[in-house]
């Protein structure tokens, strides 16, 4: 690792939508909120400049959804990062929120609509740059939800649209419906790659692939375990290596870690800079398959 200052430049970049270029490495903001997910966060200013300094390091793809709060998210985006010179803002709608720790899938083009229009608010922006469906909604039918998607980006409310949580099928009807799907966003990590056929799609078309919940090393990261072996002879640690190895993965791959702490937003912008070797990554992926199959 260099002994510079880190940034997110060194995780290289990629390109939204073919003209939206945003360093590969960013930032998930859904814990800047309450327990649950619900509500304000315990430490407002800390959560701003949590936000400021991730922007500060090269960080400049910033994940939220309207639901984390809900709204709290987006609004905290706002005060921080407004009028967000050189920073791509990217918020989700599609889930209603009654309580803590309740997520409800709601794909109806009224309150998709209805949604959107709050995010624009919240933002402060007349047009956001990546607008994703954060899930398919099983009750209302998938064209209705996708044609949704299509009419706000032909409307110019919406730069770029994504999906989250589809499996390859829900992908291509999605393309097979005349949506320019950007990105997508799925649960992937060392451990969980459940998606990997999605992400090798993705890969195949040019499509941005957000993995969330990027790190996930639990017994992995474990005193002697195998993260921790090679973290040790990085000099950096377990959840940076999770990054670096998502970073590896695809060119397509864009990690948005999360945290609530300034000092955690500086160590996971280190592991851009972390580069494996072809025995390192297969040592990593074969940690990551045994402790698939011990929670299995």
Known sequence: MSTSAPTAHASGTFDIGGDLTVHRLGYGAMQLTGDGVWGPPADHDESVAVLRRAAEMGVDLFDTADSYGPFVSEELLREALHPYDGVVIATKAGLTRPGPGDWRPVGREGYLRQQLEGSLRRLGVETIDLWQLHRIDPDTPADEQFATLKAVQDEGK?????????????????????????????????????????????????IGFIPWFPIATGQLAKDGGPLDEIAKEHGSSPAQLALAWLLHRSPVMLPIPGTSKVAHVEDNVAAAEIELTDDEVQRLEQAGRDAAQQAD
């Open 158 to 206: 919406v730069r770029h649209v994504g999906l989250s949580e589809v499996t390859v099928e829900q992908l291509d009807a999605a393309l097979d419906a005349g949506v320019r799907v950007a990105t997508v966003q799925n649960k992937f990590n060392l451990v969980e790659r459940d998606a990997e056929d999605v992400l090798d799609r993705c890969a195949e078309l040019g």
